[in-house]
């Protein structure tokens, strides 16, 4: 993948991360990054220049990731676990991807019957999980923080069995005003962002069903 990102990105199309397409120019810039636009997908990304190291990003996890017991995070994810379990059959298996260091969706999960293996690039690194095929896939507040979405999205939906969900949580663009004021972006870890039509894109790529459950959660189920 080129990380060789041109220095005038308003006059030529830059290499998109999602649909690999040569289809993205400046969005917007702000004092600390700059943010492109794919035509193609619809994604918006910050380029590799502006990402953090893995140890940057560690130390910048380890100060604010969510506690297990906070009762407010608990109700956030609600949002997304409520929906899912209403679909699950009992007794289903399924990964927690990027759960951080307190797992507080998968004990969620669990105490209604299901089984959540864990996967987090900093937290639980056991890539021995991501070789096998769950019922379904919980990414909650992970979209956003990906550095290579094809290849990572790509190989975390080849562990969805056919007939399984992928819950998705993320904000999502809704326009280039809005994102002009928008806090989600001002996140340093925060380096790519969906719009509903990307994810209609995706769902198109992977022939998945989309359904918008709410505003920041989504669901995609493999045919
Ligand atoms: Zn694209």
């Not at 997908?41 to 604010?64: G, I, K, Q, T």
């Not at 991807?97 to 209604?112: K, N, S, V």
């Not at 959540?116 to 639980?124: E, F, G």
Request: net charge negative; glycine share 4%; hydrophobic share 35%.
């Amino acid at each position: 993948m080129p990380d060789g990102y041109e220095k005038d990105p308003a006059m030529t199309n830059q290499y998109c991360p999602l649909c690999r397409r040569e289809t993205a120019q400046l969005y917007f810039k702000d004092r600390k990054r700059d943010y492109l636009h794919c035509s193609h997908c619809d994604l918006v990304f910050v380029p590799p220049a502006f990402h953090f190291s893995y140890a940057e990003e560690r130390a910048y996890y380890d100060l604010h990731e969510n506690d297990v017991g906070d009762a407010g995070y608990r109700r956030f994810l609600s949002r997304c676990a409520e929906p899912l379990l209403a679909r699950l059959p009992a007794a289903s298996r399924g990964l927690d991807f990027g759960c951080g260091p307190g797992p507080a969706l998968a004990a969620m999960l669990e105490a209604r019957g299901h089984s959540v293996a864990l996967y987090d690039r900093h937290y639980a690194n056991h890539p021995q999980v991501l070789k096998e095929q769950y019922d379904f896939i919980c990414a909650t507040e992970v979209l956003e923080h990906l550095h290579n979405p094809e290849d990572e999205l790509t190989r975390l939906w080849g562990c969805l069995k056919p007939g399984g969900v992928m819950a998705i949580m993320t904000k999502l663009v809704i326009s280039r005003e809005r994102f002009a004021n928008w806090h989600y972006k001002n996140d340093p870890t925060h380096i790519i962002f969906f719009s509903r039509d990307t994810l209609r894109w995706l769902a198109c790529h992977w022939q998945a069903q989309l359904e918008f459950v709410a505003d920041d959660v989504i669901f995609l189920t493999k045919p």
